[in-house]
């Protein structure tokens, strides 16, 4: 079990890399894919990148044991950072190389699965802040 500080220094880094990461990843968003082959597979690199970027901060962050007193709110964490990856991962196979095209349905249920996540990261964050401030 982690101490508070221990806990305060893992979000500080991983909150880092997550809001880098989520910065990316809208940029991609905002702008859909050309349908050009050449786009799409720089397109499908760069989510791709932050996919396993991400990946890693969530494992991180699954692995790190908490304080006993933020426990259920750290789950809550996870779990929403894997809701983050789902939304991503769809953005990801929205994207068909072979065919040069993508499905914006698809591309679009991504990005709002992201925006529901960081939702709920934020709310769960705050939590933890009152949970350590009180």
């Not at 890693?56 to 426990?71: D, G, M, T, W, Y």
Request: no cysteine.
């Amino acid at each position: 079990m982690s101490t508070i500080l221990e806990y305060a220094k893992f979000l500080e880094h991983a909150g880092t890399e997550i809001v880098n990461i989520s910065r990316s990843l809208k940029e991609e968003a905002e702008i859909p894919p050309s349908g050009n082959a050449g786009d799409l597979k720089e397109k499908i690199q760069r989510i791709d990148n932050n996919l396993v970027q991400y990946t890693l901060v969530r494992n991180r962050a699954a692995s790190f044991i908490p304080p006993e007193h933020i426990k259920n709110e750290h789950l809550e964490l996870v779990d929403a950072l894997d809701e983050f990856l789902e939304g991503t991962k769809l953005q990801f196979e929205s994207i068909n190389i072979a065919n040069d095209s993508y499905d914006n349905e698809k591309y679009q249920k991504g990005f709002a699965k992201q925006a529901i996540s960081e939702a709920r990261t934020e709310n769960v964050l705050k939590r933890i802040v009152g949970k350590f401030t009180n």
